[in-house]
Every structure is written in C-alpha cells, then in structure tokens.
C-alpha cells in the first residue's frame, strides 16, 4: 500500500483495517502491535488505525479500550449490516450522531452506502459542530457493489455540505494496493454538484490535520 501511494506521489496515507466486529476481519492484537509499524514507509507518511463499527442506534463503538486506541493515529467508525441493530431512520441518526460526537472518531466512514436509513441534515450539522469529517466512499457508488441508494444519498450529503460549508474527505476504500487513491466514481458527483475544491481535505495536509486534530506521522 505505501509503495502504491508513493507512485502516486502521495505524502500521507491512511490504513484502517475493519474492527473484530466484521466477520473474518483482525483479532485485536493486529491493532495492539501497531507501534512496531514504522509511520514513514517509501516516503510516504502512515496514519495506522481502525474503521470503527457503530452497533446500535446508541452509537456504541466496538474496539474501543484504551490500550488499542492508544496505538491508533487515525479512527473511522462506519455502519456495516453485518455487526448494525439498527432502528427507525430517526434512531439511526441518533446512533450515528453520538458516534460523530464521540472524541474517539476522526472520520464517519461511507454514511451514504445505505447500510441504514439516515437523515443527512442532522448528521452534517453534527459533522460541522464536532469536526468530524464525512466520507464520500467512491467504491461504494462502483456499480459491482449493487449499493442502490448510493449515489443519491452521497449527492443529498454534498449539497447539504457545500450549503453549510462543511469539509468532506474522499475515500477509495481500497482494499488492494491498485485501488490507492482511486475516486473514479467519487468525483462526477464533485462535479454534478459544484461542490467547492476548497471543502475538500485531500489534498490539503494542513487543513486536515488542523481541522480534525490527528497527529502528523514523522
């Protein structure tokens, strides 16, 4: 992965492997050894993590002792049907607001993939108040993926962003080195909304690490 993002030129890229409530996914001791990875790697700088699972519409987050955190640069949390009891569009928003708020979450990773019914007003609202960022997942609007909803549900998040001037970051969701970086189904949507280059925190380091508080690797 980080001789993929040093071809691509990259300076900083992002690894977060699925917490143990996904199926198949790593025991937690993968994010326990996490200090022995060194955070610069082919000139690139790593930020090592987790995406986070939010359970229920209480927000709860699975992996979340002290010791794993500890070891962790960088946390996404995200809804996946296969670990999420979810509720009511009304109680889903709930779930995810409290994990926007949590101070463990850097990142809400693919709120528009349609995992649950959300209402995007409010979660964008409490994205701005907790600088928390929002992700427009580009693997999720692939068509392969058959996520229906997608692609409308990330447009009703971009637009509402550009109205309150609230920050997106792109995610690849590249679960292969091939994939680093690539927004291909990402940045139409860009487009069709107008949405402003200046509120989108890829490739701007300083904005990013400021504005979310996560340590710049060495």
């Not at 997608?150 to 609230?166: E, P």
Request: charged share 15%; with cysteine.
């Amino acid at each position: 992965m980080a001789q993929a993002a040093a071809n691509l030129g990259l300076l900083y890229l992002g690894i977060t492997e699925h917490a143990p409530s996904i199926p198949g996914t790593c025991n937690p001791i993968y994010f326990r050894n996490l200090h022995v990875v060194p955070r610069n790697i082919c000139g690139v700088g790593l930020l090592l993590g987790a995406e986070l699972n939010i359970l229920d519409t209480q927000g709860s987050l699975d992996l979340a002792d002290d010791f794993c955190l500890r070891h962790m640069d960088i946390r996404i949390a995200g809804i996946h049907y296969q670990c999420w009891q979810g509720g009511t569009p009304e109680e889903n928003t709930a779930g995810m607001i409290a994990a926007i708020r949590s101070p463990i979450t850097h990142i809400i990773s693919h709120p528009g993939d349609g995992a649950a019914e959300l209402l995007y007003e409010p979660i964008v609202l409490a994205a701005h108040e907790s600088h928390t960022l929002l992700e427009i997942n580009s693997s999720s609007l692939d068509p392969f993926r058959g996520k229906e909803s997608a692609r409308a549900n990330n447009l009703q998040i971009l637009r509402l962003c550009k109205s309150y001037g609230v920050p997106v970051i792109l995610g690849s969701d590249a679960h292969i080195s091939f994939h680093v970086a690539d927004y291909r189904y990402a940045l139409p949507l860009l487009e069709e909304t107008g949405f402003p280059e200046e509120l989108i925190m890829n490739d701007k380091p300083d904005f990013f690490f400021g504005y979310t508080g996560i340590q710049r690797p060495c």
